[in-house]
């Protein structure tokens, strides 16, 4: 079952705007990863954050985590549309990483 | 570093007929994970395996997939005999660590199509 659920499910901005992606999930976790989809290829790690973390950044992106509302949020500034993909988010527990459903995003020139 | 390979990368069924897929995650790798990717939905583990033993098939489908890790290396996973709903991306993904919740590696997938 998909334990994460991305909001909204497509996003479509223009190049150099932010992209603004939001993922809440159901149980404790001890992590949550955001992942980016190409398309037509496999997953690529983006940034992982643990449970007693409440921002990460890396590059353009930043992450927060909200453990008490169960909620996260991928921030992509500056977009390019090389950012172009699916990106989900995954909640890591004990025995096993559940991804969400996803946010298609478009960046258009 | 070589990355986790998989093959094919495209295959076409019909239906009641047998497939198989490879996978050869990245060197030293103790976990590998098979998902399944229906399309517009996130990924859903199938099976994990450490080294070659099982660790979690719970969402496997035992009546129809069968996966092996033999030697604990490269992975097969089989569907036997395919039903419509099978039509999906199948990912295979490694780790180095024991624990499945840290990065996950990830392969660029097998498109399966039953017609």
């Known amino acids: 079952s998909q334990q994460g659920e991305e909001d909204p499910q497509a996003l479509s901005i223009q190049e150099g705007e932010n992209a603004t992606m939001n993922c809440s999930y159901k149980?404790?976790?001890?992590?949550l990863q955001w992942y980016r989809q190409n398309s037509g290829r496999g997953l690529v790690h983006l940034i992982l954050?643990?449970?007693?973390?409440r921002e990460k950044h890396s590059g353009r992106l930043r992450v927060t985590l909200d453990t008490s509302k169960k909620s996260s949020s991928l921030l992509i500034t500056a977009s390019r549309a090389a950012d172009t993909a699916s990106y989900f988010c995954a909640t890591g527990t004990a025995s096993k990483l559940t991804f969400g459903t996803g946010t298609r995003l478009q960046v258009t020139l | 570093e070589a990355g986790v390979a998989q093959s094919p990368r495209y295959k076409i069924i019909e239906k009641r007929q047998s497939v198989a897929f490879w996978c050869n995650p990245i060197s030293g790798h103790a976990t590998l994970y098979w998902y399944q990717q229906i399309l517009g939905q996130g990924p859903k583990l199938l099976i994990q395996?450490?080294?070659?033993?099982?660790?979690?098939d719970s969402q496997l489908p035992k009546d129809r997939f069968s996966a092996e890790r033999l030697k604990g290396v490269d992975s097969t996973l089989k569907i036997q005999p395919a039903k419509l709903e099978d039509s999906a991306v199948y990912l295979c993904?490694?780790?180095?660590?024991?624990?499945?919740?840290?990065?996950?590696?990830f392969g660029p997938g097998t498109r399966l199509t039953v017609l």
């Open positions: 149980t404790s976790i001890n992590n």
């Open positions: 395996f450490q080294n070659n033993g099982v660790v979690d």
């Open positions: 954050i643990r449970s007693n973390e």
């Open positions: 993904a490694s780790s180095p660590q024991r624990v499945s919740y840290n990065e996950q590696f």
